[in-house]
């Protein structure tokens, strides 16, 4: 599976738009670019996914350089409740079980 | 049921106790997964069922873990002896085969504390 990097943590207030940015240099041509998001006290929650280019839906966007080498997620005018732990993987469709999470990018929104 | 529902929500025990932990996944997901999760790291695989088989058990950390699916549905994670390193939040998630690669549905975990 492919390594991914993101930061450890973000600070935002509400309403400005969040962009967390995860590198994963060594993305196969398989592979697929998945993101999660954990609330304290809450199992991880699918937000989004890509392949390439940007992907859009009710939650967030995501962007993908044509190289793909990383990929950018964006939240946008977040709230309070947005606070949670964001999880960048990346792996290829056939393996949709044995996930690498890593430590995730802790997002605090503040008033 | 309309998600992922594991019980206890918390457990704590004594070191060298059994421990059981189950999950009743959403309705009509052949596959279910449990993860584990140590405090401020993020969930690491433990074990993988399509149906009533263990299909990739390569994450339980020894023999002191078990995990069993005997009708396809519930799952029930077990731990002997339990040492005071097993403490963490052990969460189960389950899938539609073909709904889409790494889209999991997690339970809120069952937090296991072993004193």
């Known amino acids: 599976l492919a390594k991914t990097t993101q930061p450890i943590s973000m600070d935002s207030y509400e309403g400005q738009e969040v962009n967390i940015t995860c590198s994963h240099n060594n993305i196969a041509t398989n592979d697929y670019i998945t993101w999660y998001q954990q609330f304290p006290s809450q199992g991880p929650r699918f937000i989004i996914q890509g392949y390439k280019t940007k992907v859009t839906n009710e939650v967030a966007s995501l962007f993908i350089p044509a190289d793909r080498k990383s990929s950018t997620l964006s939240l946008p005018r977040v709230s309070l409740s947005d606070t949670a732990v964001y999880y960048c993987l990346v792996a290829p469709r056939s393996n949709d079980y044995k996930l690498s999470f890593g430590a995730g990018t802790t997002v605090t929104v503040r008033a | 049921g309309a998600g992922v529902s594991q019980t206890p929500s918390n457990k704590v025990t004594e070191k060298g106790k059994y421990v059981e932990l189950r999950c009743d996944p959403i309705s009509g997901h052949t596959a279910l997964y449990w993860y584990r999760q140590s405090l401020g790291q993020g969930p690491e695989f433990l074990i993988y069922f399509q149906g009533t088989g263990a299909a990739d058990d390569s994450g339980l950390p020894n023999d002191r873990f078990f995990a069993v699916r005997p009708e396809g549905s519930v799952s029930t994670l077990k731990i002997q002896r339990t040492e005071r390193g097993d403490s963490a939040v052990y969460l189960c998630?389950?899938?539609?085969?073909?709904?889409?690669?790494?889209?999991?549905?997690f339970g809120a975990g069952s937090r296991l504390t072993v004193l």
């Open positions: 998630a389950s899938s539609l085969q073909g709904a889409g690669a790494n889209v999991l549905t």
